[in-house]
């Protein structure tokens, strides 16, 4: 099992940049995958971004230019470095991670969600 622990949400300016944290602790090694979905108010969840074992990395259209995510395995943590950001990325952000069980049965945690408002 694989457990999740957000930061670094809160209320920012259109333009303006967050960095959202995402802490996993647990079985670290069977992981193979993490990133950031988001659910706007009334939406669907969607995937914002991606980064696998090997530091290969996905983005939804809407944020890329503008969002980058990135890793730290020496702290087990994966960011997403949000700028210039938009009225519409405004959301409850969710880290999940993608794993392995010892019988290689994939598995999929969720962190708790860290609310991002961006408004004037």
């Known amino acids: 099992q694989v457990q999740l622990v957000e930061s670094g949400g809160g209320s920012v300016q259109p333009g303006g940049s967050l960095r959202l944290s995402c802490a996993a602790s647990g079985s670290i090694s069977s992981i193979y995958a993490m990133g950031w979905f988001r659910q706007p108010p009334g939406e669907e969840h969607e995937l914002v971004a991606a980064?696998?074992?090997?530091?290969?990395?996905n983005y939804a259209d809407s944020v890329k230019g503008r969002f980058t995510i990135s890793r730290d395995n020496a702290k087990n943590t994966v960011y997403l470095q949000m700028n210039s950001l938009k009225p519409e990325d405004t959301a409850v952000y969710y880290c999940?991670?993608?794993?392995?069980?010892?019988?290689?049965?994939?598995?999929?945690?969720w962190g708790q969600g860290t609310q991002v408002t961006v408004s004037s």
């Open positions: 980064i696998t074992y090997n530091s290969s990395t």
């Open positions: 999940n991670a993608g794993w392995l069980g010892p019988d290689e049965s994939p598995g999929s945690s």
